[in-house]
């Protein structure tokens, strides 16, 4: 996703500190828009590896929280904050079928041209490069054909100078857990593109979750408007639809 964070300081001590537990002050700044738009703006929700605490926010317009997100309305920014516990995810459950999955979307694809938004699985299966969003989408299907319950989990990376936002995969496991797979980082790594930790069954502590799912629904003034991924503010059209904010957005982790 091309959406961009900014870090109050630049990482200077490598990659070791994700494989720990961490603690981030988040501050999401969102706007200007003019006053006659509505905005849908989700934040850091409650997930196996992070814990949010002390979120609140403020606007100069009306806010309605609907879990998970607020949408505003008569107003033009809008700032949310909250402290994010962040854990790192190692784990040892070797299941053939989703493995069978995950190599497979590793060997086809390839990463690149990122997107808003996120790519379909015709997209991904015809064009030379998609993001993480179209590596996540592609790993689905196979898991769904496989009969195999997947969810998407969207969300941004914390803790660095500069970066995108980032989709993954959580699969059910019959012990009831979820097991985290991060195919696109993976792909990266392999080809030292990135130090960053994630893979099969491993996630690093250096990622906030914003939504958990798809085909989300956003409601305002009793009425349902159906989004495929809740992850970066998003604008009500006049054409009826949601689509992301082009105001500017910046979201600050700081370390605690």
Known sequence: EIAKISHTKAVMFGFWRYKKPQTFALTLT??????????????PVQHQQQVVCNLSWTSDGTITDHGGYLVV????????????KTE???????QPMIRQCYDETIATLHYGAPIPGLYSLADAQRLPEVDCGGFSVYLLSLLAAANVEARLVAGFWAGYPENSMHAWVETHLPDGSWLPLDPSTDWLRQRRRTKKMGGYGELGSDRIVISVDSDHVIQHQAQTYAVGMLQWPMLLQSDGQFTYLDAVTQVLTKRQ
């Not at 309305?73 to 994010?84: E, H, K, P, R, S």
């Not at 790192?88 to 070797?94: I, Q, Y």
């Open 30 to 43: 969102v706007g200007p828009w003019t006053i006659d738009q509505v905005v849908a703006i989700p934040y």
């Open 88 to 94: 790192p995810f190692v784990s040892s459950s070797d």
């Open 73 to 84: 309305t008569n107003g033009t920014q809008t700032t949310v904050t909250a402290t994010v």
